[in-house]
């Protein structure tokens, strides 16, 4: 089983500045199979990024992500106040079908 | 637009049984596999399962396998998941959402499902 480690816990920033989250893989994996997503308090969590790198529909692109292998980033460019929020990496394998990072919290400073 | 709308909240007792629902529309419901995720109270997501409405081929995490039902009625559009004896811990959030060959979107609204004594 792929186990996802996401870094930090949790990420204190204020409006305006960058964030920069990690997710690194037991083993290697596709990148095609690596995913964002965002939580926020009371709400379903949200796809941001698929296959490593691309934003889904309607993602701003304040929002990127990068990596291969077993290290991948999830960059925010420029913090909005509706960014802060929980945010889970989830790698597509075999068996289990899906694995989620623990997720990391980026809360205001 | 492609939409899950999930059943409402559940309030049960150990060892009753439960089945919550997650209605697809907007899309060929036969067409994706539907997936279960567990959120405890404050902590993170769990893939719990996934079943192919076109056939009802399902697949069970380990950690799940035994402990819960996942099925599907294509004819309404709509997946399944369910106890046979609901325990204290199986108190969660709930969420179903569709896989597209591997990130799950969209997501269901999600059931929360309380078991108390």
């Known amino acids: 089983e792929i186990v996802l480690t996401q870094s930090p816990g949790t990420l204190s920033l204020s409006p305006g500045e960058r964030a920069t989250l990690s997710c690194r893989a037991s083993q290697s994996v596709s990148s095609s199979y690596l995913a964002w997503y965002q939580q926020k308090p009371g709400q379903a969590p949200r796809l941001l990024i698929y296959?490593?790198?691309s934003r889904a529909t309607g993602i701003p692109d304040r929002f990127s992500g990068s990596g291969s292998g077993t290290d991948f980033t999830l960059t925010i460019s420029r913090l909005e106040p509706e960014d802060f929020a929980v945010y889970y990496c989830?790698?597509?394998?075999?068996?289990?079908?899906?694995?989620f990072g623990q997720g990391t919290k980026v809360e205001i400073k | 637009e492609v939409q899950l709308v999930q059943s409402g909240a559940e309030v049960k007792k150990p060892g009753e049984s439960l089945k919550i629902s997650c209605k697809g529309s907007g899309y060929s419901f036969t067409s994706y596999w539907i997936g279960w995720v567990r959120q405890m109270p404050g902590k993170g997501l769990e893939w719990m399962g996934i079943?192919?409405?076109?056939?009802?081929?399902?697949r069970y995490s380990p950690s799940f396998q035994g402990q819960v039902t996942i099925s599907a009625d294509k004819s309404i559009s709509t997946a399944y998941l369910q106890w046979s004896s609901l325990k204290a811990s199986d108190t969660a959030m709930y969420y179903c959402a569709r896989d597209t060959e591997g990130p799950f979107d969209p997501w269901g609204q999600g059931t929360l499902v309380t078991v108390s004594s």
């Open positions: 989830q790698q597509y394998g075999s068996s289990p079908r899906w694995t």
């Open positions: 079943i192919y409405p076109g056939d009802s081929d399902t």
């Open positions: 296959g490593a790198s």
